[in-house]
């Protein structure tokens, strides 16, 4: 296996040390993971409720799985330079293989669309109730990052999250609780210069401090 610390870290950091197995959180029961994202051992046994494994163990099983995976990208030829691979083994690992070749980052990769293929891997935030996931939203941000490191071009943005609500924005009254809930997070030095460059070209808003949202961002 090739140096592929970069990946292996980001997964380790991402899932977590679990010395316990831990049911699916949708099931409730199988499958079970335990070590760093480990549901499978690497005679092909699955994990078992109430099964423990220390943290040497806990690696052993994430480095054959790494190694798996690695073997298989190769196999599907990418011209995938050191950091893409390792970018690409820890988004693998997360979404699990079959979801990897059903979604379009091979066939954007082939193309060369890079741009593309970070979209598509910045899709992947949602659980199974489609609400977005922080951990996961963190963890595509990292992939994202690595897998344009060695490339002239900007990261692209993980997702549209903040876009898509201005544009479905309807003033709802669970939207701007969520606005407002956000704002309050904030910091207020990054709240203003947000505020100053979004309305760059248009004072209205800042001549009219107590505007509603509702005009704000319909407009």
């Given at each position: ?7 292996i870290n ?44 220390t ?10 799985e ?7 990208l ?36 082939e ?35 690595l ?18 609500a ?22 207020p030095?990054?709240?203003s ?6 309305c ?5 808003w800042?001549?009219n ?11």
């Amino acid at each position: 296996m090739s140096d592929l610390s970069r990946a292996i870290n980001l997964i380790r950091k991402y899932e977590g040390f679990n010395e316990k197995a831990y049911p699916d959180p949708i099931t409730g029961a199988e499958p079970y993971t335990i070590g760093y994202g480990t549901q499978f051992y690497p005679d092909g046994s699955a994990v078992r409720r109430g099964q423990f494994c220390t943290m040497e163990k806990a690696l052993e099983y994430l480095f054959n799985e790494v190694s798996i995976i690695e073997t298989q990208l190769d196999k599907l030829n990418l011209g995938l330079d050191s950091v893409m691979r390792q970018a690409l083994i820890s988004f693998i690992h997360s979404i699990g293989w079959e979801p990897f070749l059903y979604s379009h980052v091979i066939d954007c990769v082939e193309n060369e669309n890079f741009c593309a293929a970070t979209e598509e891997m910045g899709q992947w935030i949602f659980d199974a109730d489609h609400h977005v996931v922080g951990n996961l939203l963190d963890r595509r941000r990292e992939e994202i990052n690595l897998f344009l490191e060695d490339l002239d071009e900007h990261p692209w943005p993980t997702s549209e999250i903040l876009l898509g609500a201005f544009r479905n924005y309807s003033a709802s009254p669970h939207e701007i609780n969520a606005i407002q809930k956000l704002e309050e997070r904030i910091s207020p030095y990054i709240l203003s210069e947000f505020a100053n460059e979004f309305c760059s070209g248009n004072n209205q808003w800042l001549d009219n401090p107590t505007k509603d949202y509702d005009s704000v961002f319909s407009s």
